[in-house]
């Protein structure tokens, strides 16, 4: 649509890169506004928020080729070359990024949880600018479509789904919402399970099932894609994320299963006796 937003001689900004700055910017600010609440150093936040930005930009790179190798092959110029070799995985970026955060945090033993409830508002605050920039470089394309939603993109006869805008919007009223829930979730009497205070970790886990959520639809609605046995990555990606998310919340509420089991039983049984 437009990969190159400037260019200056022989110097060219593309979209995508721009997009991502100000998605990463802003995600940094809004996770470090909600660290300074809790009277986090700003030197270790900031160490600690670019060391795991740029190892899930390694991981977003890593993943990307490795489903993709048959375009990369073993050319370590096209693994590095970004500009002319566009490309990054979502899931790769993910489990790398987090990966390093919870490293960290656990050798400074710090509330690894509470660090994630700010990286679920901050990367929730990016997301929407990762979408707007695959849109404008053509990548993250939907399937073709005779519909009057579809969007013309260069190389492509038919129109496309335009599944990055559908997420855009989508991803923006999420990082509303979830803004908002961060003041009100501590009183959610079912997450809190009788204790007085609420655990971190929620918002978290909820913003897992989210993006896993929208990402296992989006892929209903995408053109081709890496495929494991038949089904596509994102979908199997995405459900795992939802499933992690769901069993987290669970986790962190403090219930028990079989405790809820046993409330549910003796609920029925007094439904019962009181029909009688």
């Not at 919402?177 to 399970?193: F, N």
């Amino acid at each position: 649509m437009l990969p190159v937003i400037l260019k200056v001689g022989r110097v060219e900004i593309s979209s995508m890169g721009l997009m991502l700055v100000i998605g990463v910017l802003l995600g940094l600010f809004v996770a470090w506004k909600k660290a300074k609440e809790s009277h986090v150093e700003d030197k270790f936040f900031l160490d600690t928020a670019f060391m795991s930005l740029f190892w899930g930009l390694v991981g977003a790179r890593v993943g990307y080729i490795l489903t993709h190798f048959g375009e990369f092959g073993f050319s370590l110029l096209k693994w590095l070359w970004l500009s002319n070799y566009v490309g990054l995985c979502w899931w790769g970026g993910l489990i790398a990024g987090v990966g390093y955060l919870w490293w960290r945090l656990r050798e400074s033993e710090e509330d690894v949880f509470l660090w994630l409830d700010y990286v679920s508002l901050g990367v929730a605050a990016a997301l929407p600018w990762g979408f707007l920039a695959a849109f404008l470089n053509g990548s993250y394309l939907g399937a073709e479509t005779q519909g009057w939603w579809g969007v013309n993109f260069p190389g492509y006869e038919m129109k496309l789904v335009p599944v990055q805008l559908i997420m855009l919007v989508i991803s923006s009223v999420f990082f509303w919402w979830w803004w908002r829930m961060e003041g009100e979730y501590r009183t959610l009497s079912w997450y809190r399970a009788g204790r007085v205070a609420a655990r971190t970790g929620f918002l978290w886990f909820g913003w897992l099932v989210f993006l896993g959520l929208s990402f296992s639809v989006a892929s209903l609605f995408r053109g081709e894609q890496t495929q494991v046995f038949g089904v596509a990555l994102d979908i199997i990606m995405g459900l795992l994320l939802l499933s992690t998310g769901v069993m987290g919340i669970y986790q962190r509420s403090g219930r028990r299963f079989w405790e809820d089991i046993s409330r549910l039983k003796r609920r029925k049984v007094r439904q019962e006796t009181f029909k009688k």
